[in-house]
């Protein structure tokens, strides 16, 4: 850089005496001037410049002022004075550039003699004549005690600085125009115009106008790439001979003496170049071109190096870089975040090429192993390692720390590592994390290159990823870790590694796939006996082969290896069951099997173990060597299941529960040696026991039952000692066939408990009544029930649960022997469905299926049977047969199937023979007097309630009333008796009472006798229509239900109300909310919450007590409600409900809409109560009922879609396959329902709200009025205002309330089975 100088000529001493007070007043600050090329108006904040006095100044300087200063007084003679002036005017005209005159003094200017007119004359001025007019200005005088004077020299200085930079300027402006004009012409040379224009950047550059500076060798930087080769020689050569360089020292050589002279060499002009664009960059603080055209610099003199040593370019390479690197490393940074990124980033690639350089550099000269700069294979690079390259001759390295790095191991391998560390640290900087782990896996190729495998393995492990895919970096450092483990003997971390590699075998070559692929194999049988999750190896379709001889199942193995693979064993495992404990596990597998690269088939089989049903394929397994791969196959999102049929071979079981024993079937297809077989109930309880009755030749041992050598069909009857838990069934049997241990799983419902239950009373001293009443879920048909020989005929039709048939007899004593001869229905099914399934199944030649198509179809008329059409119509109803989500074999045998019932005859079941002795009980009797005169009642101690009513047509109706069912509910049985009143007299009836437990609530069924008291009387059966309701139960759980729900939505119900009572808009959900939250935080979305529980103990109460009710006796005598009569009753109740909840109602609504009001009209009820009493005083007793239509209205479309849609949506959900009585059914069912309530109520309570809320003047007459006074103020959609937290309201509420009705309802019965020892179904 050019520097600038203030020369001054003292010849008089004056110096000592104004330096201190000269230098004080520097540097020169703020000074504006129009310089350069472009004469625009620059700014120069400082301008630094020395002093010289007496001196020359340098060659390398520019001189901006020559000061020559002078001292004169008064008591010096002329000729001194003269003397001094001339010497002065000599002075000045020797000098080119600026010059300055200072006359120096203590006080005014020294005066002169007299002269013309009389006027005296100062010397100054006398000075100022000598130098001449036009060049006056340059004298001045400085008086240097004052301050004045000072600043005045101080003006004149800058005024003659600045002009003397727009001279030099305009000068070197038009030398830089003239020479740049003639490029073209012969004689011109670059090397001239370089240093000319480099002036110019040197005085912008002392002026701190850097960005002019740098434009003027940016100038110069495409003149250069601009020129032609021919006049190349303007340079002696390339001259690459210095390999250690230091771009910002300039003066490292005297590159500016030898452009003057071309003597130059273009290396070291590209290097001075560069260097000093730098410099002026560092200045400015761009730290991101400082990197950008060091790099420039480093790839176009690389790029020119063609003759140049490769160890010289590697050694120039890695010292420009470090030396970038320290140029960075030495700025004081204040720079911004991004900045500071883009610095760590430079800086990281320069040490990163630095290192690349090292690798050239060692493999020169024998640091490296020769085969060390292709590091594509780490297995070839620990080859070359063991035998490294003889020391070459070294070239003369001038970079201290280079030559010192190449001379050892030792002291290469810290140079290398400490690069690479450097690298790594400004990688992660700028987060840079994968170039960072490059760096690293530098560092431990160098780590393998020496043979250090654990410091390598140490610096490796941080940087492969654990799990997921590994990308080609992660390949690359997986590799070397692999190599790393293998020599230090750690197989089963390097197994891991090399099943990670095969599966990223897209990133490596054959050879190495190859390679990689027969060191899996080789590891596996080295490794210790493991376990492996891996992913080289894949399920595809699975699929089971129902042809085969034993339970097979082809799975499709995807294999990642790139070779075949030898596998000793492969297995699957299968499971049945979704709940942990109780999970089923089946194991088939193949040995010997070899997989190839891509899909292979694999046939896994089994003959130890058969077990019918639908298994999820849990997991496959791959044993190679001692290593078990584990392929996961389903999971809590995707889970696969195949359906296993019993095994072909496996004997059949079958079991048949009669009178307290268990029948045993056993059809071995192959000879048995032995076999032990557990049955367990429905409680998973064992069925078998030490107390169990068996014939001979069986045992029960431990809860198995012993069976030895079985070669034909076997049947055992089996007593049991206790009566198991009827349901599901599981049988497991063990057995061996030929020495070989196999095992037999199945299920199967069997019906433990006596489906026909018998009944003794006595109706006189020889007169007994025999009951056989029907206590299986399925339909029984009695063919005969006898005692004492005398026996009724066979019922034409099936019992369903509950029904009876009785028979009278002559018996004597307290004991009754009975026997009962009986079919079931499902015993028919059965028989007759697995003998259709055969013969489809054998017709279409799917013997296969057949066991499994039997229990599918035997489940689904099980499932769908209509027991109530089956007893009616004397044959099987029940739906069709579905085909959907079957295979394909099992649909064309379900399609020969499909109307199973048209094909099943009733009464092919086996018939059943039951005896009991039973204890005779005494019958109560009712007695019922009846006279012409006067019907009178008699009581006797019975539990019932005997009524007497005359009718019309001379017939009395006599009513038995069960006071004990009163308390859960009516439960009347009516008997008509046709009497002749004028004829009969006095009569007395006689009624016997028989309890039974019919559904949920005990019922008597009347026997009645016509005619006297005597024993000898004949005792007929009436029939009777059992009708039981728990009408009052139901109201209690339901208005318990709607005040649990109310407490959850009662928040909606208050945004609603607040809503629909704001007229006008800006009343949004939103807003509503923030302003409830504003008067009263949480607590504020519960008022009203007493008038809400009110408003339910009454409106609820009545409307579901009176739906009850009305549903009782509006329905028909099958019991069955059509939806028209389900719509009235449910109208009716709301009519009722709502006059009965109008009160508490008006209450909830003023409750919630209270603290929107202003404080002047808010009514400040304190509760329920009190709101009740306030209006009754305020309003009157008709107060309480205001907005009694349109509550009632609303009351009645309310009650009327959500109870009747309630249950219409019940009942349709429950037609179809995917719901249960359950809590899902109740859920949906309430939520439609809540949906269709919501939006036929919506208008009415829009009105009732606005209604209620109106107070003594209110604007609205009638339902209608309002509505219409509504809509044509605020428009249709006003009438669905609020309808949104209305439905969010009343949707959590109907599902709330019903789902609690539900519960409470469950609740009630099982309180009530517990105290009346009654079974619910």
């Known amino acids: 850089m050019e520097r600038l100088w203030f020369s001054i000529t003292d010849e008089f001493g004056l110096w000592s005496q104004i330096s201190f007070e000269f230098e004080a007043r520097l540097p020169l600050r703020n000074l504006i001037w129009k310089g350069g090329i472009t004469q625009t108006a620059q700014f120069v904040s400082q301008l630094n410049a020395r002093v010289v006095v007496n001196e020359s100044v340098p060659e390398d300087a520019t001189a901006l002022l020559h000061i020559y200063l002078v001292a004169l007084n008064d008591t010096e003679s002329d000729t001194r004075k003269a003397e001094v002036r001339a010497r002065a005017k000599a002075w000045s005209i020797r000098q080119k550039s600026p010059w300055l005159i200072v006359l120096v003094t203590n006080s005014e200017p020294p005066t002169q003699g007299p002269k013309f007119l009389n006027m005296r004359t100062t010397l100054l001025d006398r000075l100022r004549s000598d130098i001449g007019r036009k060049d006056s200005d340059h004298v001045v005088h400085l008086q240097h005690k004052q301050v004045e004077s000072w600043n005045a020299l101080f003006l004149a200085i800058r005024d003659q600085t600045v002009q003397g930079l727009e001279a030099r300027t305009s000068v070197l402006g038009d030398e830089i125009r003239r020479m740049d004009a003639n490029r073209m012409l012969p004689g011109w040379n670059y090397c001239k115009f370089f240093v000319t224009k480099e002036r110019l950047a040197d005085l912008y550059a002392a002026l701190e106008l850097w960005d002019a500076a740098l434009a003027q060798y940016d100038e110069l930087e495409a003149v250069y790439e601009q020129l032609p080769q021919a006049q190349s020689a303007w340079f002696t050569e390339f001259g690459a001979s210095d390999d250690f360089t230091d771009l910002l020292n300039v003066h490292k050589k005297p590159y500016r003496q030898q452009l003057a002279r071309n003597t130059i060499t273009q290396f070291d002009f590209c290097v001075y170049l560069c260097g000093q664009q730098l410099r002026l960059l560092v200045e400015m603080k761009r730290y991101a071109e400082v990197v950008q055209r060091a790099q420039r610099l480093i790839d176009g003199l690389g790029a020119k190096m063609h003759n140049v040593s490769?160890?010289?370019?590697?050694?120039?390479?890695?010292?420009?870089?470090?030396?970038?690197?320290?140029?960075?490393?030495?700025?004081?940074?204040?720079?911004?975040?991004?900045?500071?990124?883009?610095?760590?980033?430079?800086?990281?690639?320069?040490?990163?090429?630095?290192?690349?350089?090292?690798?050239?550099?060692?493999?020169?000269?024998?640091?490296?192993?020769?085969?060390?700069?292709?590091?594509?294979?780490?297995?070839?690079?620990?080859?070359?390692?063991?035998?490294?390259?003889?020391?070459?001759?070294l070239e003369p390295i001038s970079n201290p720390v280079l030559a010192e790095a190449l001379a050892s191991d030792a002291r290469f391998d810290q140079v290398y590592v400490r690069t690479c560390e450097q690298a790594t640290q400004y990688y992660l900087d700028s987060g840079r994390k994968r170039f960072a782990q490059v760096m690293q896996g530098d560092i431990a190729q160098l780590h393998i290159c020496r043979e250090r495998w654990a410091n390598a393995i140490r610096v490796l492990r941080p940087l492969i990823p654990e799990t997921g895919d590994l990308n080609v970096m992660d390949v690359h450092l997986a590799e070397q870790q692999a190599v790393c483990e293998r020599r230090l003997g750690h197989t089963t971390t390097c197994l891991l590694l090399v099943q990670r590699l095969i599966s990223s075998a897209r990133f490596l070559d054959s050879s190495a796939q190859s390679s990689y692929a027969n060191m899996l194999e080789e590891l596996a049988h080295e490794v210790p006996v493991s376990q492996y999750s891996t992913v080289l190896f894949r399920v595809g379709d699975i699929a089971v082969d129902y042809d085969s001889t034993s339970i097979a199942v082809n799975i499709h193995v995807q294999s990642d290896v790139p070779a075949a693979l030898d596998v000793q064993r492969v297995e699957a495992v299968l499971v049945a069951g979704d709940n942990d404990a109780q999970q089923l596990e089946i194991v088939i597998d193949a040995h010997n099997v070899t997989l190839e690269p891509g899909s292979t088939r694999v046939a896994l089989t089994t003959d130890s173990v058969s077990c019918a049903g639908r298994f999820e394929v849990q997991s496959v397994h791959i044993f190679v060597g001692n290593v078990e791969f584990r392929i996961p196959v389903s999971n809590a999102n995707y889970r696969r299941f195949v359906r296993l049929n019993a095994h072909p071979a496996a004997p059949i079981i079958e079991l048949r529960a009669c009178a307290n024993s268990l029948v045993v079937n056993i059809q071995p297809l192959v000879p048995i040696d032995s076999m032990r077989l557990w049955v367990h109930d429905a409680q998973s309880q064992s069925v078998f026991d030490d107390q169990c009755m068996v014939p001979e030749g069986y045992r029960v041992e431990d809860g198995a039952l012993v069976v030895e050598a079985v070669e034909s069909s076997a049947s055992v009857e089996i007593g049991l000692a206790r009566n198991p838990a009827s349901g599901s069934i599981t049988v497991y049997a063990e057995y061996t066939v030929d020495g070989d241990l196999r095992m037999l799983l199945d299920t199967d419902d069997i019906e433990f408990a006596m489906p026909v239950v018998l009944t003794a009373r006595k109706l006189s001293t020889h007169t007994l009544l025999v009951r056989a009443q029907c206590s299986a879920l399925a339909p029984v048909r009695v063919l005969e029930l006898c005692m004492c020989d005398v026996s009724i005929e066979p019922v034409a039709r099936f019992l369903q649960y509950g029904e009876s048939v009785t028979t009278v007899c002559e018996a004597e004593g307290d004991k009754a022997a009975i026997s009962v001869r009986f079919t079931m229905l499902m015993d028919a099914v059965r028989m007759c469905v697995y003998e259709l399934v055969a013969k489809a199944a054998s017709a279409l030649k799917l013997d296969a299926h057949t066991r499994y198509v039997q229990r599918v179809v035997l489940a689904h008329v099980r499932r769908t049977i209509d027991a109530q059409a089956t007893v009616c119509e004397s044959r099987l109803v029940c739906e069709p047969v579905p085909t959907l989500m079957c295979g394909r074999d099992v649909s064309r045998l379900l399609s020969a199937l499909l109307v199973v019932g048209a094909h099943i005859n009733l009464d092919s079941g086996p018939v059943h023979t039951h005896h009991s002795t039973l204890s005779v009980q005494s019958l109560p009797i009712v007695r019922v007097t009846v006279s012409a005169s006067q019907l009178c009642t008699v009581y006797e101690e019975t539990p019932f309630v005997v009524r007497v009513q005359a009718l019309c047509g001379k017939r009395l109706r006599v009513s038995l009333v069960s006071s004990q069912c009163m308390v859960a509910g009516a439960a009347t049985q009516q008997v008509t008796i046709a009497q002749d009143a004028e004829s009969m007299g006095s009569c007395e009836l006689r009624f016997g009472l028989v309890p039974l437990v019919v559904g949920f609530v005990p019922v008597p069924e009347i026997i009645c006798h016509e005619g006297g008291l005597d024993d000898q009387c004949e005792w007929t059966r009436v029939p009777t229509q059992v009708t039981s309701s728990p009408s009052l139960c139901v109201v209690q759980n339901k208005r318990f239900a709607a005040c649990a729900a109310n407490f959850f939505t009662h928040p909606l119900d208050l945004l609603k109300v607040r809503q629909q009572t704001m007229k006008g808009t800006g009343n949004g959900l939103v807003h509503v909310v923030r302003g409830v939250f504003a008067e009263g935080g949480m607590l504020g979305f519960y008022n009203g919450m007493s008038a809400a529980v009110l408003r339910q103990m009454t409106y609820s109460m009545a409307r579901f007590a009176t739906y009850e009710e009305l549903k009782k006796r509006m329905s028909r005598e099958d019991g069955s409600l059509p939806f028209y009569r389900m719509a009235a009753a449910g109208i009716v109740a709301g009519a009722v409900g709502g006059i009965c909840g109008t009160p508490a109602d008006i209450v909830l609504v003023r409750l919630q809409n209270d603290g929107s009001l202003p404080l002047a009209q808010r009514r400040n009820y304190k509760h329920a109560i009190d709101g009740l009493v306030q209006i009754t005083r305020s309003e009157g007793p008709r107060g309480l009922f205001k907005g009694a239509v349109p509550n009632v209205s609303r009351a009645m479309l309310m009650t009327g879609a959500q109870l009747c849609s309630y249950d219409a949506f019940k009942d349709l959900l429950l037609s179809t396959p995917y719901f249960t009585n359950g809590l899902a059914l109740h859920f949906s069912a309430s939520l439609l329902s809540g949906f269709v309530a919501t939006t036929i109520t919506s208008p009415f309570d829009v009105v009732k709200t606005r209604v209620m809320n109106a107070g003594p003047t209110s604007p609205y007459r009638s339902l209608l009025q309002a509505m219409v006074l509504i809509v044509r103020e605020e428009g249709v959609r006003a009438l669905y205002k609020g309808w949104t937290p209305s439905f969010v309201r009343m949707a959590p509420q109907t599902v709330l309330t019903f789902i609690f009705l539900e519960q409470f309802r469950g609740l009630y019965w099982n309180s009530y089975a517990r105290h009346n020892c009654v079974k619910f179904e």
């Open 310 to 393: 490769p160890m010289f370019r590697a050694a120039w390479t890695y010292s420009t870089c470090m030396n970038v690197v320290e140029i960075c490393e030495g700025v004081q940074l204040a720079q911004d975040d991004a900045t500071v990124r883009v610095l760590a980033v430079a800086k990281a690639e320069f040490l990163a090429s630095a290192r690349r350089q090292l690798d050239v550099l060692g493999t020169m000269c024998g640091r490296l192993p020769a085969g060390y700069l292709k590091r594509s294979n780490t297995r070839e690079l620990t080859q070359d390692s063991e035998s490294k390259a003889s020391e070459p001759n």
